[in-house]
């Protein structure tokens, strides 16, 4: 068998939340909303099931999509994306990620990969013939430095792969980090594979900027997307990735091997809701910064510390400060055990050197789920200190 997958763990994701459907457990662990989506853009995906067509659409995806991706950028972000050339329709974020990595990965070449990170970014490099070189970021402010960075970098670099807004540490790259690594990549020959799907989830008026955006990087970034995130319907896996066309050509290439195309009905529905006003996006970044308020709110007053969230789904809980004296799995286990409450350790994120004190918890609730959470943590924090 091959190690690259034999070896790997089950996904934290994955065996947290089989923690909690055995123990009948409320589920903060795995991030995804409590709510099914909004009905207009599930509507438009049923009747693109009814109506048709079908078949095999596009390898790159349908042309509606990209021309909605397209000007969805240009419109949220300003950039001048072209949509036949530059969009690889993917089936969600995961397989724009492997395609990206597969295609533009070499054997020997090294990938700087930021821990914590997403756990299918290493898996994929080493896939592709190629080693991560990891960089190590931390609380409170999670940045990376340029020492950091240069430390990592040799001859063989080929690739730093990026996530902003940051999953776990709800942190978005500052516009000195986005500066500082455009300069790099410039400086060293490197692509940016950029990890993008939490763009819309951003919080107190805060906006997304890609590093694709900064000046001399649209020809070496690789922008990935994914509907699932903008419209709350994880299931759906319908992402992207855009790239200039030397880079979006192999990464259609590696996509007709992996998937070759996504769901056309659901290409539709996204197509449709990547064109909904800005009143869609702005009320759906203020229900999430309620939900967000809320549980911080709980968890603050009964003694709880909360890192700051920018960003994404997720809070981060200090044990450490809160004056837990437990490791981020060991809590975690024993919370849902005793206290019925899944959350998700952080230290899984890194390969080496793991901040243990940090549990993430997913707020994209309703607002009983958060409150019973709440009291349940409240209760299981007597227990612990
Ligand atoms: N990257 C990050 C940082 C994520 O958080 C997720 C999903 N939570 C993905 C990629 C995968 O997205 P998708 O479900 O569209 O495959
Ligand atoms: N990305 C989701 C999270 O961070 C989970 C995705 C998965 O289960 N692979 O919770």
Not at 16 to 43: C, H, K, T, Y
Not at 254 to 274: E, I, K, W
Not at 282 to 310: E, H, K, N, V, Y
Request: hydrophobic letters at 40%.
């Amino acid at each position: 068998m091959n190690p690259n997958f034999a070896d790997l763990p089950t996904t934290i994701f994955e065996d947290m939340s089989i923690r909690a459907r055995e123990r009948g457990a409320i589920n903060l662990g795995q991030g995804f909303p409590d709510a099914e989506g909004p009905e207009d853009v599930r509507r438009a995906a049923a009747e693109a099931t009814i109506n048709g067509p079908n078949q095999y659409p596009p390898m790159r995806g349908i042309p509606a999509l990209r021309k909605a991706i397209a000007d969805h950028y240009a419109h949220h972000q300003d950039l001048a994306i072209d949509g036949d050339k530059e969009v690889v329709v993917t089936s969600g974020a995961t397989e724009a990620l492997a395609a990206s990595i597969l295609g533009l990965v070499r054997p020997g070449d090294e990938a700087i990969i930021v821990q914590p990170a997403y756990d299918a970014y290493a898996p994929l490099v080493r896939q592709a013939g190629g080693t991560p070189r990891f960089i190590r970021s931390g609380p409170p402010d999670w940045t990376i430095t340029r020492d950091s960075l240069e430390a990592a970098i040799t001859d063989k670099t080929r690739v730093i792969i990026l996530n902003s807004p940051h999953n776990p540490t709800a942190t978005m790259l500052s516009e000195t980090e986005l500066r500082l690594l455009a300069e790099v990549c410039k400086t060293h020959d490197l692509v940016a594979i950029c990890d993008e799907v939490w763009e819309h989830l951003t919080f107190d008026g805060r906006t997304h900027k890609s590093l694709m955006a900064m000046s001399g990087m649209e020809a070496r970034t690789v922008k990935i997307g994914s509907a699932g995130k903008i419209f709350s319907l994880t299931g759906w896996k319908v992402g992207w990735a855009i790239a200039a066309p030397p880079l979006a050509n192999v990464i259609a290439k590696t996509h007709q091997f992996l998937t070759f195309t996504t769901p056309p009905n659901l290409q539709a529905g996204v197509a449709y809701g990547l064109s909904k006003n800005d009143s869609y996006f702005d009320d759906m970044r203020a229900d999430f910064q309620r939900s967000r308020d809320r549980l911080s709110t709980a968890l603050s007053q009964t003694g709880f510390s909360i890192l700051p969230c920018a960003a994404t789904y997720f809070l981060s809980v200090d044990l450490e400060a809160s004056g837990i004296a437990l490791g981020d799995r060991d809590f975690a286990i024993r919370l849902v055990e005793d206290a019925g409450v899944a959350v998700i350790p952080i230290s899984p994120f890194y390969e080496s050197d793991p901040v243990t004190s940090i549990v993430r918890l997913c707020f994209a609730k309703g607002d009983e789920m958060l409150d019973q959470a709440a009291e349940r943590l409240a209760t299981a924090r007597k227990l612990f200190t």
